[in-house]
C-alpha cells in the first residue's frame, strides 16, 4: 500500500469517527467520550509506563468511544471503522478481535450506503453480519444528514 493509500484510509476512518461521535452528540440521546488508544496509551507512556507492558498491549485494542445513553446511563464501548463495501469476513474479524479484548463491545461501521451497528458477540455469531443502525436510536433525517457528508468526502476525491 502506497502512502498515499494509507493516508486516504487514515482520513477516511478519522471522518468516520467524527461522522460517528457528531451524529451520536446530535441524536441528544447520548454522551459521547474519546477512548481509543491514541487518546490514552501517550499519557500513560508520558507517566512513565512501558510501551510494551501487557496492559498497554490490551489498550492498543481499546475502542475508539465509550457512549453513554442519558436516559438509561448504559455505558457501551464503541470500535468504529470506515468500509467503501461491506463484507461479512471483514465484519468478522474485526468483531471477533474486539471480542478477544473488549467484551462486551460494539462496532460501528459508516459505509457509502447506510450506517451499520451490532454487538461485537452478535455479529460474531452471525458470521459477520450486522444489523443496519436503527432509527430508534439515530433518526433517518439525522443518519441521511450525516451519510451525505461521507458521500461528499468521496466524490471530492
Not at 445513553?69 to 461479512?88: A, C, F, G, M, Q
Amino acid at each position: 500500500m502506497s502512502n498515499i493509500s494509507f493516508s486516504r484510509n487514515l482520513v477516511k476512518g478519522k471522518i468516520a469517527e467524527t461522522v460517528f461521535s457528531q451524529m451520536f452528540r446530535d441524536s441528544g440521546n447520548f454522551t459521547v467520550l474519546e477512548f481509543g488508544y491514541e487518546k490514552i496509551v501517550p499519557e500513560l507512556v508520558q507517566q512513565g509506563y512501558d510501551e510494551k507492558s501487557e496492559i498497554l498491549e490490551t489498550l492498543k485494542t481499546a475502542p475508539d468511544f465509550a457512549v453513554i445513553n442519558k436516559n438509561s446511563k448504559e455505558i457501551r464501548l464503541i470500535e468504529v471503522k470506515y468500509r467503501h463495501t461491506l463484507r461479512d469476513d471483514d465484519i468478522l474479524k474485526c468483531a471477533q478481535r474486539m471480542l478477544d479484548s473488549w467484551n462486551p463491545s460494539f462496532l460501528f461501521l459508516a459505509t457509502q450506503d447506510r450506517f451499520y451497528f451490532d454487538e461485537v458477540k452478535t455479529i460474531c455469531d452471525k458470521k459477520g453480519v450486522i444489523s443496519l443502525l436503527d432509527y430508534s436510536v439515530v433518526s433517518k433525517d439525522l443518519q441521511d444528514k450525516y451519510s451525505k457528508i461521507l458521500k461528499d468526502f468521496e466524490s471530492d476525491n
